[in-house]
């Protein structure tokens, strides 16, 4: 109470400290605190990040059915959202890999992903996620990852897309 800011301020060295740790021991990656900035929230960091990144009226993909707040970013953000319907057999989804390239060849520019899956649940495996990053380096296509349910992932081992070099020039990551 010494100071006269009682508003929001940019956290101390220490917070990203704390993060890059906890992504390190408990993921195997270690992001650069470089690297990382406090957002309000991740629809609202996706929102901003559509609005710098992707020129207004480029096509936006989404893996649905998906969290419904990132259809209204897509639109909101003046981009023409592009829904690639996941595969379900036996209520278990997978990712259509052919209509997702189809989709990158009519002129996609980037894909929100939700890894885990909210609100399927799935884990992404790595080999699932390597697929996603091949094509997505092929078109030079960005990648806004949705990763926030990370730690709740218990039946299988969650691998973050931070773990792909190959796509850090066109990725996003939140947490």
Known sequence: LEHPVMGYADPWDGVYKAVQGW???RHGWKADTEWMHIGSGVVTALYFNLKLLIPEGEKVA??????DPFF?????????LVECEMD???????????CFEEE???GVKAVIMCNPHNPVG????????????KLCVKYDVYVFSDEV?????????????GKFPELYDKLVIYT
């Open 104 to 106: 990158l060849k009519n």
């Open 23 to 25: 992504w390190e021991r």
């Open 62 to 67: 989404v893996f649905s059915p998906v969290y």
């Open 72 to 80: 209204a970013a897509v639109k909101n953000s003046g981009h023409e």
């Open 88 to 98: 379900c057999e036996n209520n278990y989804y997978t990712i259509n890999y052919e």
């Open 122 to 133: 799935r884990v992404w495996t790595e080999e699932e996620l390597e697929k996603i990053v």
């Open 149 to 161: 349910h990370a730690d709740y992932a218990l039946e299988r081992k969650y691998t973050t897309m």
